[in-house]
């Protein structure tokens, strides 16, 4: 009796684990397409009208004594 009661209590205590690992899974797979989405539509209200980036890189001259 306490044999089989044990058996069942870490067949629910397996499963529950596996679902708890599944659900942080799925919840870091969502998080990361939301930040994609998220970088996607910043980057492209960045841009002006042309489509460039208006980032600005400055040039250093290293060739300079």
Do not use: P
């Amino acid at each position: 009796m306490i044999k089989g009661l044990f058996g069942i209590l870490c067949r629910l205590f397996a499963a529950a684990v596996i679902f708890i690992a599944g659900t942080f899974i799925v919840l870091a797979a969502v998080g990361m397409l939301v930040v994609w989405c998220v970088k996607n539509v910043i980057g492209k209200m960045r841009r002006n009208e042309s489509g460039e980036n208006r980032r600005v890189y400055e040039v250093i001259d290293v060739t300079e004594g």
